[in-house]
C-alpha cells in the first residue's frame, strides 16, 4: 500500500466517520442534514448578527434550483413539492430563529417538529419515485409484448389467410415463435377438418412464392405434436449462404447422444444417430462431400465410444488428413505424449479394404456369441456400446459407387459391405456411405433403404443424379434450387424430418486441432473384438501396410509445390530453364520436388547407402510410436523379446525376421520399420554403421541416448 493511501486511511481513522457528501439522501440522512444545518445556520448567523433575510433568500435559491434539477430528472410532482418545501420551511425556520434566537425551547422544538416532518414527507416522495419507476418498466414491456403479439397476430393471420387461399385449407394458429437467430419464425398449426401436414407440404413452392420469400428461404411443413398438428418453419433470412465454421469446442461426445453434423436454417443443430442407423451422403464433386466427410471424422473422433474405420479407394485422401499430421510426428500434445491418428484405421487399396470388412465382420459374429451374458445381464439384444466396448462406424468414401459397379472386386466388397450393413446393427458396426449421385441405383437397394436412415443430399445447385424425392421419400416441396451453396443441401434423420441444412467447414488446421485434442479420448478396441479382428487388426499398421502413406506423402509434397510454383508464377520460369536445358517439364518437376524434399527433410544425417540397406527407412517414414500399445501384435512382442534377449551384443532386422519367420511370416522390411519406431522412442539403440550396424535393446545399452 502506498504512503499516501496509509495516511489517509490513519487520518480518517482518527477524525471518526467519513461522510460521503456527493452521495443521496434518504428520508433520514436528509431530514437530519436540513435540520442540523439549519440550526447550525441559525446560531451562527445570530451570533455573528447576520442579516435574517439572508436565510430566505438563500432557502429560495435552494428550492429553485432542485426544482429546476428535479424537472429534469422527471421527478414526480410530489417530490418535486416535498423538496422544495423543505428547503423553504428549513428558510423560514433559521430566518425566524436568527431573529428570536435559536437556543430558546420554542425554537429546538419546531425545528425538531420540522426535521420529522421533513423526514416523513421524504419517506413518501421517495416510495412514490419507485413506484413510478416500476411502473415505467412494466409498460415499455407491455408496449414491446403488444407490438411483439401484433407482429405475431399480423404473420398468424397472413398466413391463415395464405393457406386458405393457395391450399383450401382452414388453419388454426395455435402459436408464432420467432426463432432468435433472427432468420425466420415457426407456426403451430391447427389444420380443420382433419387434414394432416402432408396436404399443406405439397404447397411449400407456391406458399414460399407467395410470400414473396428470399431465393434459399422456404415455407415448410411438418408434423406437429400430434397428427392434428403442424409446424410450418418459414425462413426469411438465407443463411445457407453464409460460411458456418466448425464449432471451436472440442468436447466429447458419444454416439448414443447422437453427433452433430451441421445446422438447419433457424440455427438448430443436426445431429445423426448412429447407434442403429447407417447413413448416406450424396454430394455431387465441389458441392462439398468432401468437407462434410471431415465433419462426420470430426464428429467421431470426438467421441469417447467410437472406433472409426475409413474406406477410400481414392488414395485414402478422406482419412489420410486424421492419419498422416499424426505418424509424420507433425503433432504435439500438451503433455508431449505421442499423439493418436484420429481414424483408427484407414484403408486405400482393395486389399486392405476386405481385409477390414472381414475384420468387421468376424468381430461381429464374435461379439454376438461372447457378449450373450452381457445381452442377458442388460435385457436388451442390442449390444451396450461404451468406451470399454466401443461402436465401429465404418466411413466408405463413395462406397455408394462401390455397391453398384459391375467390377468383379468392387462386387466382391460390395458383397461384403451389404453383409456389415444387413447383419452388424446389434452388434455396434454401422456404416457411413457417400455417394456422388442419388441415383436410383444406390436407393434401389433394399438394405440401403432400409438401414440409411440418416441421409444428407448436398446439392451445390447440382440437379444430375439429385432425385430428393427418392432420397427423402414422403418430404415434398424440397428443391435443388433452394440450396445452391458448397456445403449446402437437405438432411433427413428418423428424429429430423428433412429440410434445409449446412453442413459446417471444417479447416486443415481444425483437424489437426481436433486430432490432438482427441488423442487421448479414443477407445482401444475391446479384447474380444481385437482377438476376432486377429492380425489384419493388429498389423494394420506395419510398415509395409502403410507404405503407401509415405508415398502419398512424397506425392502430395510434389503436388504441392507444383501448384505454388504455378500460383506464384515461378512455373514458368522453371518451364523455361528447362527448355533450355533441353530437359522434360517432367524431369524439371522431379528436380524441383527433390530440392523441396532435400529442403524438408535435408536437416536430418543423409545415410550411406549400405547403412539404408539395413536401417531404417530414409525420411517420410511414419510415426508409429503413439499406436504402439494397441498395435503391438504377438510379431512385434517377440521381436522385442528377441531384442532383450540379444543383450549387450545386440541384432539386426535380418536376424530378428529369420527368427520370426516361421511362426509370424514377419517380413525383414516390417522388423526395419520396428526397429525404426523403437530407436526413434528409445526402445533400442542402434549401435555401429552400415554393415556393422546393430540394435540393442535400451536396458544394454552401453549409454541412453541423448534427448530420449
Ligand atoms: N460447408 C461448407 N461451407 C462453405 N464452403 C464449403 C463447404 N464445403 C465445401 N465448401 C467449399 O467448396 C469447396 C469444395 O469442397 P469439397 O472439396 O468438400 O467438395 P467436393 O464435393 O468433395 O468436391 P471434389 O469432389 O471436387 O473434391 C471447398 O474448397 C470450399 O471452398
Keep these: 500500500m502506498s504512503s499516501t493511501a496509509t495516511a489517509t486511511k490513519k487520518q480518517q481513522a482518527s477524525s471518526g466517520p467519513v461522510l460521503d457528501w456527493a452521495a443521496g439522501h434518504g428520508p433520514v440522512t436528509g431530514a437530519l442534514s436540513a435540520t442540523t444545518g439549519a440550526f447550525a445556520v441559525a446560531t451562527t448567523g445570530a451570533a455573528t448578527h447576520m442579516p435574517p433575510g439572508w436565510a430566505l433568500a438563500v432557502g429560495a435559491a435552494g428550492a429553485l434550483g432542485h426544482t429546476v434539477v428535479g424537472l429534469r430528472v422527471r421527478n414526480a410532482g410530489r417530490t418535486l413539492a416535498t423538496r422544495a418545501a423543505s428547503w423553504l420551511v428549513g428558510a423560514g425556520w433559521t430566518t425566524w430563529a436568527m431573529t428570536h434566537g435559536p437556543l430558546t ?78 432468420a425466420g419464425y415457426s407456426l403451430d398449426l391447427e389444420p380443420q377438418g382433419g387434414i394432416t401436414y402432408d396436404r399443406i407440404a405439397q404447397y411449400s413452392v407456391q406458399l414460399s412464392a407467395d410470400a414473396r420469400l428470399p431465393h434459399g428461404c422456404t415455407a415448410s411443413a411438418g408434423p406437429g405434436i400430434h397428427q392434428g398438428r403442424t409446424i410450418m418453419d418459414v425462413t426469411t433470412v438465407n443463411v445457407l449462404k453464409e460460411d458456418c465454421p466448425y464449432p471451436e469446442e472440442y468436447g466429447p461426445l458419444s454416439v448414443l447422444s447422437g453427433v452433430p453434423w451441421g445446422v438447419r436454417t433457424n440455427g438448430e443443430i443436426v445431429s445423426a444417430y448412429l447407434r442403429e442407423q447407417c447413413a448416406l451422403v450424396v454430394g455431387p464433386t465441389g458441392s462439398g462431400k468432401t468437407n462434410m466427410v471431415h465433419t462426420i471424422l470430426a464428429g467421431f473422433a470426438r467421441a469417447e465410444d467410437v472406433l472409426t474405420w475409413v474406406i477410400d479407394l481414392n488414395a485414402g485422401s478422406a482419412g489420410l488428413p486424421w492419419v498422416l499430421p499424426a505418424v509424420n ?42 457378449y450373450q451374458d452381457l445381452l442377458a445381464k442388460a435385457n436388451t439384444d442390442l449390444l451396450p456400446i461404451s468406451s470399454k466396448i466401443p461402436q465401429i462406424l465404418l466411413v466408405i468414401d463413395e462406397g455408394a459407387e462401390i455397391l453398384v459397379s459391375t467390377d468383379r472386386q468392387m462386387k466382391q466388397l460390395a458383397k461384403k459391405i451389404l453383409e456389415v450393413i444387413r447383419m452388424l446393427r446389434a452388434m455396434g458396426i454401422r456404416t457411413v456411405l457417400t455417394a456422388l449421385g442419388a441415383t436410383g441405383s444406390v436407393l434401389g437397394n433394399l438394405m440401403i433403404r432400409r438401414e440409411g436412415k440418416v441421409r444428407v443430399a448436398l446439392t451445390g445447385g447440382e440437379t444430375e443424379g439429385m432425385d430428393l424425392g427418392k432420397m427423402f421419400p414422403g418430404r415434398r416441396g424440397l428443391r435443388v434450387d433452394q440450396a445452391p451453396y458448397k456445403g449446402s443441401g437437405f438432411m433427413g434423420t428418423p428424429e429430423s424430418p428433412a429440410a434445409l441444412f449446412k453442413s459446417w467447414r471444417i479447416l486443415p488446421n481444425q483437424i489437426r486441432d481436433i486430432t490432438v485434442a482427441t488423442s487421448d479420448r479414443h477407445p482401444r478396441l475391446d479384447d474380444v473384438s481385437a482377438k476376432a479382428a486377429g492380425p489384419a487388426y493388429a498389423r494394420r499398421w506395419d510398415a509395409e501396410r502403410t507404405a503407401w502413406m509415405r508415398d502419398l506423402t512424397l506425392t502430395d509434397a510434389d503436388h504441392g509445390n507444383d501448384s505454388d510454383a504455378g500460383s506464384g508464377g515461378l512455373n514458368l520460369t522453371a518451364l523455361r530453364e528447362s527448355e533450355a536445358e533441353q530437359v522434360t517439364p517432367e524431369e524439371a518437376m522431379l528436380r524441383k520436388f527433390r530440392e523441396q524434399i532435400d529442403a524438408q527433410f535435408g536437416t536430418a544425417p543423409e545415410p550411406q547407402a549400405p547403412e539404408q540397406v539395413d536401417g531404417p527407412p530414409a525420411a517420410g517414414g511414419l510415426n508409429l510410436s503413439a499406436l504402439r500399445g494397441e498395435q503391438d501384435s504377438p510379431a512385434q512382442q517377440a521381436a522385442l523379446a528377441l531384442l532383450l534377449a540379444a543383450g549387450r551384443e545386440g541384432t539386426g532386422a535380418s536376424a530378428i525376421a529369420r527368427a520370426l519367420s516361421a511362426e509370424h511370416g514377419t517380413s525383414r522390411q516390417t522388423v526395419v520399420g520396428w526397429l525404426r519406431d523403437w530407436v526413434k522412442d528409445g526402445t533400442a539403440v542402434r549401435i555401429g554403421e552400415g554393415t556393422k550396424a546393430r540394435y540393442v535393446h535400451r536396458q544394454h545399452a552401453p549409454e541412453q541416448p541423448p534427448g530420449d
Design 105 to 182: 425551547w420554542a425554537a429546538l422544538g419546531s425545528l425538531a417538529t420540522i426535521g420529522v416532518g421533513i423526514g416523513a414527507a421524504a419517506r413518501s416522495s421517495a416510495l412514490l419515485e419507485e413506484a413510478r419507476e416500476e411502473e415505467a418498466i412494466a409498460a415499455e414491456q407491455r408496449e414491446i409484448a403488444r407490438e411483439l403479439s401484433a407482429e405475431r397476430r399480423a404473420i398468424a393471420a397472413e398466413w391463415v389467410e395464405r393457406i386458405q387461399r393457395i391450399c383450401s385449407i382452414s388453419v388454426r394458429v395455435v402459436g408464432v415463435e420467432m426463432w432468435p437467430t433472427g
Design 329 to 370: 510426428g507433425e503433432l504435439n500434445s500438451q503433455d508431449g505424449k505421442p499423439v493418436r491418428p484420429g481414424v483408427d484405421w484407414l484403408a486405400s487399396s482393395y486389399e486392405e479394404a476386405v481385409l477390414m470388412l472381414d475384420a468387421a465382420l468376424a468381430i461381429g459374429l464374435h461379439r454376438k456369441k461372447a
